[in-house]
């Protein structure tokens, strides 16, 4: 057995660092550099590659959640076909009309970065550190696209502005940002750094590319509005918040690493067409049971719960659910409490899906 | 529009949003009861548990 020692490794040429395999070890190409969870858009738990067209507020693939003023004006679905090389998927908009887009107006896919998640940053600080955002687009439009950085309170904004030249070709774009030494980032559990992909934005929402603002920006004035051609689909994957000023190769993780990054957030049962068994229970009274839930990894918060067409099993038959009455739980377990037909006591209960692949049981402590 | 749930042992734990059937825990991190909390704050009141 062998052992090397030393204090140092440079390189043959006098340089202060050596590479491995021609990468060289910096505080940005570690394990974890990326602050964005499902960037390369591999983990959908909620649509398992269905497109939706998502409301306000409301979550498509794992940690994008879709921003929208008026309703209905683009779907999103993750997508497989033809992804840029070192990728599998993608997330794909269309625009469902040709709307155009008032003062207020916001259209767009964000994630928001759990404070905990970006604490190293050091932002609203005097050494808050320079970050570097890529990412890879594709575009069935051309012209200058918009983009921004806020913090979730919307009193700290950095618009900045790409450019797709060639329609429906695969692009990697690269954006530097030196970080935030004002504002407020929260370093706790909270929501933190916001990363919002314009769809179209208006005007009274838009302003100066590469600059701080004390007030809410979503994007960049004059920015092509992907909204306002109806069919028009912008995609894109492989994005990646890191520290430095330089975009290393995207952290690509297990992807069971990526499925537990998701579920801290939100986390639904796996879909069978048969009666699988979610969890299991005991009656509090004969039409009230309590479902007892373990949950894959600690959720960022207690979690809200709800369930789809399942049915309760017990010795000799089967029971159904009539209503959700209340949950008790904690970041790593709860007791759903549902409301049933009349079931005999005195046996343990599962609960079961019931002969639908859509049937499921879903927790939420999105941000 | 919610509906409070059954209290346990003289405690209420959560809120039902009757809109989705949805079971909120009452945990300030929560971002679903911060939304209750808020519509509490705007004047409204939630429904008797049954």
């Not at chain 2, 939304?35 to 509490?40: A, S, T, V």
Request: charged share 10%; net charge negative.
């Amino acid at each position: 057995m062998s052992s090397i020692a030393v204090n140092a490794i440079t390189d043959a040429n006098g340089g202060s660092t050596t590479s491995i395999n021609s990468v060289t070890p910096n505080t940005s190409n570690l394990v974890g550099k990326n602050k964005i969870i499902n960037g390369n858009m591999m983990i959908d738990q909620r649509n398992a590659g269905a497109s939706v067209t998502p409301g306000e507020g409301i979550y498509t693939l794992d940690r994008w959640e879709a921003k929208q003023t008026t309703a209905s004006k683009f779907s999103v679905q993750q997508s497989t076909s033809s992804p840029p090389v070192g990728f599998t998927n993608y997330a794909r908009c269309t625009s469902l009309s040709a709307f155009s887009v008032g003062s207020s107006d916001q259209f767009g896919l964000r994630q928001i970065i759990e404070g905990l998640n970006h604490s190293d940053l050091n932002w609203g600080t005097s050494d808050a550190k320079t970050i570097t955002i890529s990412f890879w687009v594709r575009s069935s439009l051309t012209g200058t696209f918009g983009c921004a950085l806020y913090n979730y309170a919307g009193n700290r904004s950095y618009p900045f502005t790409y450019a797709i030249s060639s329609a429906n070709t695969w692009e990697k774009k690269t954006v530097t940002v030196a970080g935030d030494t004002s504002g407020t980032w929260p370093a706790t559990s909270t929501a933190g750094i916001v990363l919002f992909f314009s769809l179209g934005s208006g005007s009274g929402v838009s302003g100066t590319a590469g600059a701080w603002s004390g007030s809410f920006l979503a994007s960049v004035t004059g920015a092509t509005s992907v909204v306002a051609t109806s069919g028009a689909t912008f995609d894109f994957t492989g994005v990646q918040l890191e520290a430095g000023s330089v975009a290393t190769e995207f952290e690509h993780t297990q992807y069971t690493t990526q499925l537990q990054l998701c579920q801290r957030y939100y986390f639904r049962t796996g879909a069978t067409a048969g009666y699988a068994t979610l969890a299991m229970g005991y009656l509090n009274t004969n039409t009230v049971c309590n479902i007892v839930f373990q949950f894959p990894v600690a959720m960022r918060a207690s979690p809200s719960g709800s369930f789809t067409g399942c049915r309760i099993r017990y010795q000799g038959g089967n029971g159904t659910i009539s209503a959700t009455t209340g949950v008790s739980a904690n970041t790593t377990s709860c007791e759903f409490k549902l409301n049933t037909s009349s079931i005999p006591t005195g046996y343990p209960v599962a609960l079961q899906t019931n002969g639908n692949a859509s049937n499921h049981v879903a927790f939420s402590a999105e941000l | 529009m919610y509906k409070l749930s059954p209290p346990e042992e003289g405690t209420t734990f959560s809120v039902i949003r009757v809109t989705d059937n949805v079971a909120i825990p009452f945990d300030p991190a929560n971002t679903d009861y911060q939304e209750y909390l808020e519509w509490i704050a705007a004047g409204n009141t939630p429904e008797a548990a049954e």
